[in-house]
């Protein structure tokens, strides 16, 4: 017995091309695609554009990027990630490099960042200022962030402890 | 498949009439929202400025406060660092803020609110971002705006800001 696919050869080129042999297939493809976008990028992978200089040399003013929102479902953030931290939402968020850990205790001085009162190699660190911050103890939840650009005057730096809540995921 | 349609026709029917209820008999969240969208709009100064346009958006500005509304504003706002005290400050504050300046955008971003059990105050957080029409560049802060309920309508009585990193 021999089938003959009749409605594949009445099917004009064009909305072959346009709409493919099966539309309702089509549609459905469609609305497939349509819908994982706008759950990755909703729900996965956050775009963002950089506004300010805080990160610089590490991610630069006006660039784009992704933040994965996944990053932190299987473990906690590290030392050296840089995160994103929701401000009341994620329409506006701070990018910033984590160094400190909850429990652990801050301080910096003369530009050098002290964990426990050891100094913190950060070689992402490319124009410092004798910065200074009095010894702060991290509480269980809070993670110690700040930008990588330490040449600007320390009081123009938006720095500080966010909790563990904030924390929307990692920058890729 | 008659009852099917009917169902659709039904289901379809009642959807709208939510829609309808909503729309003319919002709940204070949306009230809220509502307000504070048209606030932000009222706020925002166009570029090309008119006195009656400029009179209209200061009084629905005026409308949005209490009469002994308190307002803080921090630092990250360049040359707008201290507290408004009153509504008369606030007005004096909007006006010059008319005069001096032209093309600025206000939006509310990220809103949540609270409302207290008592239903007539409220909390809101929320994210000021100001932006220059046309620049990339732009200010923002987050705050914490209560309101309270008088006469049926929603009125801020303070914003303080928050601090995200602290």
């Known amino acids: 017995m021999t089938v003959s696919n009749s409605t594949e050869t009445k099917v004009p080129l064009w909305q072959r091309i346009v709409i493919g042999r099966r539309p309702v297939v089509t549609l459905i493809r469609m609305v497939i695609l349509v819908v994982l976008i706008v759950g990755i990028y909703q729900f996965v992978l956050i775009p963002v554009r950089i506004t300010g200089i805080s990160m610089e040399p590490t991610c630069h003013d006006r660039h784009v990027g992704l933040v994965n929102r996944l990053s932190y479902y299987s473990?906690?953030?590290?030392?050296?990630?840089?995160?994103?931290?929701?401000?009341?939402?994620?329409?506006?968020?701070?990018?910033?490099?984590?160094?400190?850990?909850?429990g652990e205790t801050l301080s910096i001085s003369n530009g050098v960042v002290h964990i426990n009162g050891e100094p913190l190699s950060e070689p992402y660190v490319?124009?410092?200022?004798?910065?200074?911050l009095p010894p702060i103890p991290l509480a269980s939840n809070e993670y110690f962030v700040i930008g990588d650009n330490?040449?600007?005057?320390?009081?123009?730096h938006d720095f500080g402890r966010a909790y563990r809540n904030q924390i929307v995921g990692k920058k890729l | 498949m008659k009852i099917i349609r009917l169902l659709l026709i039904l289901v379809g029917a009642g959807f709208?009439?939510?829609?309808?209820?909503?729309?003319?008999?919002?709940?204070?969240?949306?009230?809220?929202?509502?307000?504070?969208?048209?606030?932000?709009?009222a706020a925002s100064i166009p570029e090309k400025k008119n006195p009656?346009?400029?009179?209209?958006?200061?009084?629905?500005?005026?409308?949005?406060?209490?009469?002994?509304?308190?307002?803080?504003?921090?630092s990250r706002f360049e040359g707008f660092k201290g507290n408004i005290s009153g509504r008369e400050e606030l007005m004096e504050f909007v006006k010059?803020?008319?005069?001096?300046?032209?093309?600025?955008?206000?939006?509310?971003?990220?809103?949540?609110?609270?409302?207290?059990?008592?239903?007539?105050?409220?909390?809101?957080?929320?994210?000021?971002?100001?932006?220059?029409?046309?620049?990339?560049?732009?200010?923002?802060?987050?705050?914490?705006?209560?309101?309270?309920?008088?006469?049926?309508?929603?009125?801020?009585?303070?914003?303080?800001?928050?601090?995200?990193?602290h």
């Not at chain 2, 709208?16 to 709009?41: D, Q």
């Open chain 1, 126 to 132: 490319v124009y410092k200022m004798p910065w200074n």
């Open chain 2, 16 to 41: 709208l009439a939510w829609l309808t209820y909503n729309h003319f008999f919002p709940n204070e969240e949306k009230r809220i929202r509502k307000m504070l969208t048209n606030l932000a709009s």
């Open chain 2, 52 to 74: 009656l346009g400029a009179f209209s958006a200061i009084s629905k500005v005026q409308d949005c406060f209490e009469t002994n509304v308190e307002i803080k504003v921090e």
């Open chain 1, 75 to 102: 473990h906690e953030p590290e030392r050296s990630d840089i995160v994103a931290i929701k401000t009341t939402g994620v329409r506006i968020m701070y990018l910033k490099r984590i160094i400190g850990l909850p």
């Open chain 1, 150 to 156: 330490r040449g600007m005057p320390q009081e123009q």
């Open chain 2, 96 to 165: 010059l803020a008319w005069a001096r300046y032209s093309n600025v955008k206000v939006e509310f971003l990220d809103i949540t609110v609270t409302i207290d059990p008592s239903n007539d105050s409220a909390t809101a957080m929320l994210t000021t971002k100001v932006t220059k029409t046309g620049e990339r560049d732009f200010l923002f802060q987050e705050f914490e705006v209560k309101l309270l309920k008088h006469e049926g309508d929603w009125r801020i009585a303070q914003m303080t800001p928050m601090k995200v990193l």
